[in-house]
T-cell receptor, first 116, second 114 residues
Framework: NAGVTQTPKFQVLKTGQSMTLQCAQD?????MSWYRQDPGMGLRLIHYSVGAGITDQGEVPNGYNVSRSTTEDFPLRLLSAAPSQTSVYFCASMLIRTGVMDSPLHFGNGTRLTVT | AQTVTQSQPEMSVQEAETVTLSCTYDTSENNYYLFWYKQPPSRQMILVIR??????QNATENRFSVNFQKAAKSFSLKISDSQLGDTAMYFCAYGGTSYGKLTFGQGTILTVHP
């Protein structure tokens, strides 16, 4: 039972490079999301999706791109990395039922990204 | 927009003692959920406890309990009989009417001393 799987665990980029953080879940969750964690700021929502083909922006979307072609996968793309994007990134998924929060968010183990 | 504030950046407690972590939030919604997540050094995010705003009874999970004061918009976490494995960062989070869009507090680093 893998849950939410994020790859890679660590990544170092140079300013201006692009890359994709991978996220996959095997729980058939409709909802998937990306958060970034920065010291003293908690976790902030970047983008989210309520199903395949549907994505929307969160609190801090600039510099990131997402797509959702399958229920299982929700990759996060950094188009041109900047030092301000140095952070720990979490993917999370949830089953959407009749209530808003009937099921809790399941988190991946995070990706630590450093942009130099 | 909702905000969540954790005013205690760091806390410490002796093993077997009780500690309370504070959290306040601001919202204009009537129906919402509140959460406490634990993040140990492994970086994993672990759900500790959840409270539905429409329930007056405070949630309890083994050694973890909350004091939910809806009118005061306060949601504190009490850890009883603290254990060394409780050492972690603790985040308070608010979930409103939007699916899965949690608003997190800044976090409190809890250290349990032997």
């Amino acid at each position: 039972n893998a849950g939410v799987t994020q790859t890679p665990k660590f990544q170092v980029l140079k300013t201006g490079q692009s890359m994709t953080l991978q996220c996959a879940q095997d729980m058939n969750h409709e909802y998937m999301s990306w958060y970034r964690q920065d010291p003293g700021m908690g976790l902030r929502l970047i983008h989210y999706s309520v199903g395949a083909g549907i994505t929307d922006q969160g609190e801090v979307p600039n510099g990131y791109n997402v797509s959702r072609s399958t229920t299982e996968d929700f990759p996060l793309r950094l188009l041109s990395a900047a030092p301000s994007q140095t952070s720990v990134y979490f993917c999370a998924s949830m089953l959407i039922r009749t209530g808003v929060m009937d099921s809790p968010l399941h988190f991946g183990n995070g990706t630590r990204l450093t942009v130099t | 927009a909702q905000t969540v504030t954790q005013s205690q950046p760091e806390m410490s407690v002796q093993e077997a003692e009780t500690v309370t972590l504070s959290c306040t939030y601001d919202t204009s919604e009537n129906n919402y959920y509140l959460f406490w997540y634990k993040q140990p050094p492994s970086r994993q995010m672990i759900l500790v406890i959840r409270q539905e705003a429409y329930k007056q009874q405070n949630a309890t999970e083994n050694r973890f309990s909350v004091n939910f004061q809806k009118a005061a918009k306060s949601f504190s976490l009490k850890i009883s009989d603290s254990q060394l494995g409780d050492t972690a960062m603790y985040f308070c989070a608010y979930g409103g009417t939007s699916y899965g869009k949690l608003t997190f507090g800044q976090g409190t680093i809890l250290t349990v001393h032997p």
